[in-house]
Nanobody, 128 residues
Framework: EVQLVESGGGLVQAGGSLRLSCAAS????????IGWFRQAPGKEREGVSC????????YYADSVKGRFTISSDNAKNTVYLQLHSLKPEDTAVYYC?????????????????????WGQGTQVTVSS
């Protein structure tokens, strides 16, 4: 059974930092890409970042470049999203999702429909 479990969300002041984790099981981690998405109330789910576990390629949304960093620990089947310089507009439920790395490229990583498996989400709230 495929499982993606997010953790690390919480309440933080603007300018603060958090580290989100996505622990994966039930599939061959090295063959998959893990994406982070977020969804704020009343808004569509948007792609934040993605990493390919097979070759380490990373992708970021323009809104988080330079502030968020994605990394992967293949030995632990875990992907991390380090959030720095948080802003109130970063407030959302953050989800991780998985898809096969084959065929992944910069033009599609941010489409939620490209991913096969999803976690339950973790809430990030940034106060001003």
């Amino acid at each position: 059974e495929v499982q993606l479990v997010e953790s690390g969300g919480g309440l933080v002041q603007a300018g603060g930092s958090l580290r989100l984790s996505c622990a994966a099981s039930g599939f061959t981690f090295d063959d998959y890409a893990i994406g982070w998405f977020r969804q704020a109330p009343g808004k569509e789910r948007e792609g934040v970042s993605c990493i390919s576990s097979s070759d380490g390629s990373t992708y970021y949304a323009d809104s988080v470049k330079g502030r968020f960093t994605i990394s992967s620990d293949n030995a632990k089947n875990t992907v991390y999203l380090q959030l720095h310089s948080l802003k109130p507009e970063d407030t959302a439920v953050y989800y991780c999702a998985a898809r096969m790395s084959v065929g992944l490229y910069g033009g599609i990583w941010y489409f939620a429909s490209e991913y096969d498996y999803w976690g339950q989400g973790t809430q990030v709230t940034v106060s001003s």
